[in-house]
């Protein structure tokens, strides 16, 4: 489903995103808060299996390449993943190529995603999860009014992170 915001256009990934996937998660500048990022074959299995599972007739995931209106220029991806253990659930994130960092972006791209996840696909809870030394990370879930805690290394960041959680009554009260 194609969303918009004021500023972005946000389109379910298509082929046609491959670079643009590549380019993110085999950047060891945009990694450096997620993970090791991905080798040239690696991120070439993994962007086969996020295609597929996008298309999926079942809830898997979903994921939109970000482009920003004025330029048509794709920056980003984001999107979400159903919990595993709870079909109410969905971890969320987004990833930005160095040109679009500290313009908003990832604000409004959250924005309209929590509006999507609690309005049409009827979650109940949306998290994720930001290293201790993201600091962006924490003022922009701060912001958009996410509880956080503090937990150590059982979890898939594998190091001491936040968890940050918000539910739709939450949500509601913004």
Not at 60 to 87: F, H, P, Q, Y
Request: aromatic fraction near 12%.
């Amino acid at each position: 489903m194609y969303l918009e915001t004021k500023r972005l256009g946000l389109n379910p990934i298509t082929a046609a995103d491959k670079t643009l996937y590549c380019d993110i998660y085999s950047s060891m500048q945009l990694m450096r808060y997620v993970g090791e990022p991905l080798s040239p074959i690696e991120v070439v299995k993994s962007w086969d299996l996020v295609l597929k599972y996008v298309h999926s007739s079942k809830n898997i995931m979903r994921t939109w390449a970000i482009t920003e209106l004025g330029s048509n220029c794709r920056n980003g991806l984001g999107g979400l993943v159903w919990d595993k253990t709870d079909a109410q659930r969905a971890n969320i994130g987004c990833m930005f190529l160095a040109q679009a960092h500290g313009k908003g972006f990832a604000t409004e791209f959250l924005e309209k995603l929590a509006e999507y996840a609690f309005q049409i696909l009827e979650l109940n809870e949306l998290y994720t999860h930001s290293m201790l030394e993201n600091i962006s990370s924490f003022k922009l879930f701060s912001r958009l009014g996410y509880s956080h805690k503090h937990i150590e290394e059982d979890n898939p960041l594998k190091k001491a992170c936040y968890y940050w959680s918000m539910t739709k009554k939450q949500w509601l009260t913004l």
